[in-house]
């Protein structure tokens, strides 16, 4: 709906991984037995790569703070993304 108005994307959006198989995957056109259940998204996925419409990076784990509101992380990991993001606890005592 953008795109109609005129305001485009001036660059592809990065998206950024912690697996590197999962980047992979979505490069590489050939369809293996471990991969059927991603065939249909796999394909979609591919099609916004190859029009640039997006790109894949890999990051570190360690650096992906969107693993803090993803999945299960210490407590240390957990303390250290919030405080990346910017978030506080506004019920702390000041």
């Known amino acids: 709906m953008l795109r109609d ?3 485009g994307p001036q660059k592809s959006m990065e998206l950024y991984f912690d697996n590197k198989a999962a980047i992979a995957i979505a490069h590489n056109p050939v369809q293996h037995d471990r991969t059927k259940h991603v065939e249909v998204d796999r394909h979609f996925v591919k099609e916004k790569l190859d029009a640039e419409i997006i790109s894949f990076s890999f990051i570190s784990s360690e650096y992906q703070l969107a693993d803090v509101l993803m999945k299960a992380v210490s407590t240390t ?3 250290n ?3 990346k993001l910017g978030m506080r606890d506004i ?4």
Do not use: N
Request: charged content about 10%; glycine content about 8%; cysteine-free.
């Open 81 to 83: 993304s919030l405080d």
């Open 5 to 7: 108005l005129g305001f």
């Open 77 to 79: 990991v957990f303390l």
């Open 91 to 94: 019920s702390a005592p000041t």
